[in-house]
């Protein structure tokens, strides 16, 4: 996800919080953008093996093992998303 949809959901997260609520960096939001955070570290990471590997710096195996790791990150953080757009999706059909 882009460093932009970070920010945006943890402005949202902070402007939504009722004064006396939770304090900062314990919320939902925030809880949301250190996943995020750490995967784009995740993938960053596995870059970084992969070229030393394609350089032969590195191993294969520690390549392999960094892109799977990515990949989980990545599939996690779709499975998520499109749980809240679901959710999202049963909100609005809800009569009023």
Do not use: N
């Not at 920010?7 to 006396?20: D, E, I, T």
């Amino acid at each position: 996800m882009p460093v932009g949809a970070v920010q945006a959901a943890a402005a949202y997260a902070s402007a939504a919080r009722p004064a006396g609520a939770e304090p900062a960096g314990t919320g939902f939001g925030a809880a949301m953008t250190r996943a995020l955070e750490s995967g784009i570290e995740v993938g960053r990471s596995a870059e970084a093996t992969s070229t030393q590997a394609l350089m032969g710096q590195g191993s294969v195996t520690e390549a392999v093992l960094a892109i799977s790791r990515a990949e989980l990150a990545l599939q996690t953080a779709v499975s998520l998303r499109d749980r809240v757009v679901a959710a999202y999706q049963d909100v609005m059909r809800m009569p009023i």
